[in-house]
């Protein structure tokens, strides 16, 4: 890596030093997609790299303070550092981790990732995001399964989860970046095998501590289910009326009850019904949910457990839909 380059950047900042030469910018940007091929062909590249970590988590959260756009460099200094994270069985090794947790800061780059995310993730995923979000979503839950203390991931589930504001209405229909990555998780347009769909399910499992019942409780269980079939969790129909009593219990000690269904407060709940019951959906929003009722209906004739019948089937075979 230039550290001519890196110098003006970093003190660029500060107005202390001029812009970068295109050709510097080229270079610099060529080393950087230099690095996956290094590692994806020699593994021991990693540790010997490793010393580059701390300028890359530098620049990356240097970069973002002027432009969030999910392009280069972002993108090249994402894929980079996830190239460069150390493997799970050498992650115990706290010297190797730490440029990823800066001391002085240890949630630095975790929210400079989550900042981008949440600058650059769409209303909802399709398979052309598949490629430029899955780097970023891995990094990501790589940075949550190895955080140095409780602490740390505290802080990230409390940026990736929904929040009070979220359950004003029901989870997933928001433009909060909690919703957006439920609707990636449960969307049932992506294709079998999607990376960014499959990855979302894993981070909203694991940020969930990889318990189905705290799952609902964070997402709901409509959302949860689809998640934990495509998993492969058991699915326990108690853990929607354990949600129940929970939610029982929150309202006994904090006055305020969550549907275990959608994640919506009863009280939100309300005020919808107030305001014309349901808001008039589009066209489009109708063959989504239409969509999405239909594999849900597919989901359970599968296990067997009830004899159902596919009401979207139904309308198709009478023409209505």
């Not at 590249?45 to 999910?70: D, G, Y």
């Not at 589930?157 to 449960?186: F, T």
């Not at 994640?263 to 309300?270: F, K, T």
């Amino acid at each position: 890596m230039s550290q001519n380059l890196y110098d003006k950047i970093i003190l660029e900042q500060d107005g202390t030093a001029s812009t970068p030469t295109d050709i510097e910018e080229m270079a610099f940007e060529e080393t950087l997609k230099l690095i996956p091929s290094l590692v994806y062909h020699c593994t021991d590249c990693i540790e010997r790299l490793s010393p580059s970590v701390p300028h890359l988590v530098k620049l990356i959260c240097t970069c973002t303070t002027s432009k969030t756009a999910l392009q280069s460099p972002i993108t090249l200094l994402i894929n980079a550092l996830l190239n460069l994270y150390p493997p799970l069985s050498k992650i115990e090794d706290a010297s190797s981790r730490e440029p990823f947790f800066p001391p002085e800061n240890p949630c630095l780059l975790v929210n400079t990732l989550i900042s981008i995310l949440d600058a650059n993730m769409p209303p909802d995923s399709s398979s052309t995001t598949d490629t430029v979000f899955t780097p970023l979503l891995t990094l990501i839950r790589n940075l949550y399964l190895t955080a140095p203390n409780q602490d740390v991931k505290a802080h990230i589930e409390s940026s990736l989860l929904p929040d009070e504001q979220s359950r004003a209405h029901p989870l997933g229909k928001d433009n909060s970046i909690s919703s957006r990555l439920v609707r990636a998780a449960i969307n049932p347009s992506l294709s079998h095998g999607n990376m960014t769909r499959d990855i979302t399910s894993s981070l909203l499992y694991e940020l969930s501590h990889e318990d189905s019942a705290r799952l609902v409780k964070n997402i709901g269980y409509g959302h949860a289910v689809g998640i934990l079939m495509r998993l492969g969790k058991s699915i326990d129909p108690s853990l929607l009326q354990q949600q129940n009593k929970d939610g029982n219990a929150d309202q006994e000690s904090a006055s305020v009850d969550i549907n275990p269904i959608t994640g919506q407060r009863r009280d939100a709940e309300e005020e919808d019904h107030k305001d014309d019951n349901f808001v008039e959906m589009t066209d489009e929003e109708k063959e989504r949910e239409a969509e999405r009722l239909f594999v849900l209906f597919e989901r359970l004739k599968a296990t067997g457990v009830v004899d159902v019948k596919n009401p979207v089937e139904m309308a198709i075979q009478e023409g209505k839909y």
